[in-house]
């Protein structure tokens, strides 16, 4: 019986067998090795180096049978280079100097009732103040989720300079501390984020109702901002047909690497049938392949407006 082939040094995995080949292909900063096999092994052929062979995942799982082969040829499609700069410069848009932030109010169950009373009857006048540079974009109640929970969207036009323009003038502003101290009785705890957006998404514009909004929340690995843009770049064409994509935001300020996915249905069973007639399009799974190794962790909210919320 032939002996294994001998191992590189520091390899951790089979790199050659008698048919097949090695290559190596630059991928943004890093390479990736790539076993190319002719022939598919026999049930019971060992593979080389006492690593077996395993079935093709994207086959196993009902992905395109070429999707390999578009993985491949979407290697020579312009891609950001995360070399050259920050990606929130790469990956924001750049004719625009929007900053948004995100809010989350966990509010005591017996005071939901109460604080969106307040919440609707003193934002909207703060916002009328044409002098404030800061839009309303959404408010809603979390109906599926973490429960008693409000979020809120606001937009800055600007970027950092107009959110510390409204920052100064709210602490003058006695309406608004006031709303702030009887806010704070009925709060458990709030966290908020600073987000831009992704240049490929659409803008967050006001729409009717009614609708529920999904918020789905994406956790990365660390340095892997740029893949998961280079993938949705292609993608969100596949998710517009009827007209679900709010906005795509990613983390500034707050926890990193977080990236925030708005969508708009018309109810529970249409955010069904639109989410399952995306799988039907061909290149979508591909997307789906390819970012879910990025997760950490996610989450899906999916939320009910509140009156005064632009989004409806």
């Known amino acids: 019986m032939d002996a294994a082939p001998r191992q590189p040094d520091g390899a951790g995995s089979c790199l050659r067998s008698r048919e097949g080949r ?3 292909v630059a991928f943004g900063s890093h390479f990736a090795l790539q076993l190319v096999v002719p022939r598919q092994s026999s049930p019971g052929e060992g593979g080389v180096g006492g690593c077996s062979p395993r079935a093709d995942p994207l086959s196993r799982r009902g992905y395109s049978r070429d999707a390999e082969g578009s993985w491949f040829r979407s ?3 312009h891609k950001v280079d995360p070399r050259k700069d920050a990606h929130s410069n790469l990956l924001s848009k750049k ?7 995100i809010q989350f109010h966990n509010v005591k169950p017996e005071c939901l009732d109460a604080y969106n009373s307040l919440t609707e009857e003193v934002l909207p006048k703060l916002h009328s103040d044409a002098d404030y540079p800061c839009d309303l974009v959404g408010n809603w109640n979390t109906w599926y989720g973490e429960q008693d929970q409000a979020v809120h969207l606001w937009r800055f036009s600007g970027g950092y300079p107009a959110l510390m323009d409204c920052m100064n003038k709210l602490k003058q502003n006695k309406e608004y501390l006031d709303f702030r101290k009887e806010r704070s009785r009925m709060l458990l705890s709030r966290r908020n ?3 831009l957006e992704f240049s490929f998404w659409n803008e967050p514009l006001p729409r009717q109702g009614p609708n529920i909004y999904e918020l789905r929340t994406y956790k990365l690995k660390p340095g892997t901002m740029i893949e998961w843009g280079n993938n949705w770049a292609r993608a969100i064409k596949y998710r517009q047909e009827n007209q679900e994509a709010v906005g795509g935001f990613f983390s500034q300020i707050g926890e990193l690497y977080v990236v925030h996915h708005l969508w708009a249905y018309k109810d529970l069973q249409s955010r069904e049938e639109t989410r399952n007639a995306a799988w039907r ?4 799974d591909e997307n789906v392949y390819y970012t879910v190794p990025l997760i950490r962790t996610m989450e899906s909210r999916i939320m009910i407006p509140l009156k005064i919320s632009p989004l409806q």
């Open 22 to 24: 090695i290559s190596s």
């Open 75 to 77: 290697l020579f499609v």
């Open 95 to 101: 004719e625009t100097s929007n900053l948004y932030k």
């Open 193 to 195: 984020q600073l987000l």
């Open 281 to 284: 399009k061909r290149g979508w």
